[in-house]
């Protein structure tokens, strides 16, 4: 959400969305900077957001803004869920950044997440994602990646595969939320779908979205149908009928069932009744 957008900060307590990225950065011109710093302070502390996590994208480290966006913030006293900065190229990179969020009286007990959108960022994620215990996202910022290393954006997104990839397994690794990057073209209904389930399919937790238009393709993608429930519950009943009765292999539907598919089976339903609970 702009964070210079008055009326969008306010439409977004009704939006159908798990997170808000109230931004301070790409999505403001340098001249509406201070402006900004301001509504997302003040739309911080009306609150009215309901169960949505508010994460403040602040500008890049090092930039002529990101100070007074710290500032503004620890002013304020507000606390929003985390703490997005962008432009992270090294473990080094993150701790400073840190660090100045500290010394400016952000809560310092407030999560972190990053954007890997820089080829020096893909290369050391797996070093950055374990680098402090505060660091709880990535979010993949594909636009910037395909400026640096000049990959196309295309359908597949064959050339972002790799970093994608690195990323979900930093992630996992890390038991760190990875939220797969933005599609540009909001006119493009059905590459957003492709898109969104290429996403869950690498691994994502869920997709970051430029319009409100493009959500209901996203939940649509990342929650599990009533075809995966019902699959679900069925291997969970059969893994408990068949360990009640002592057996020590499992068919279900002629496919092999073992502990793993029930762990991932019982993360389906909690997930589904999260959703339900929202």
Partial sequence: ??????R???????????ALILDLEDAVAPEAKAEARSLVVQALQAGGYGE?????????????????????LGRSGVRPDALL??????PEHLLAAIDAADSADCDDGIPVWIMAETPQCILQIGQIACTHPRLAGIVLGTSDLAKDTRVRHTRERLG???????????????ELA?????????????GLAFACAQGRELGFDGKSLIHPRQIEAANLAFAP?????????EIIEAFEN??????????????????????????????AEAIAAR
């Fill in 1 to 6: 959400m702009p964070g210079s957008n008055a």
């Fill in 8 to 18: 969008a900060l306010d439409k977004a307590r009704s939006l159908p969305a798990d």
């Fill in 52 to 72: 949505r996590e508010l994460i403040v994208r602040v500008n890049a480290p090092g930039s002529a803004w990101w100070r007074d966006d710290l500032a503004a």
């Fill in 85 to 90: 900065f962008p432009k992270i190229g090294s």
């Fill in 160 to 174: 972002f595969i790799a970093a994608l990839n690195l990323c979900v397994y930093a992630a996992r690794a890390n």
């Fill in 178 to 190: 990875v939220i797969d990057g933005v599609h540009l073209d909001l006119e493009d209904n059905e």
């Fill in 225 to 233: 149908d009533a075809a995966e429930l019902a699959s679900s519950r």
């Fill in 242 to 271: 068949a360990s009640a009765e002592g057996k020590g292999v499992v068919v279900v539907r002629g496919r092999l069932v073992e502990a793993l598919h029930v762990e991932e089976a019982r993360r389906t339903l909690a997930l």
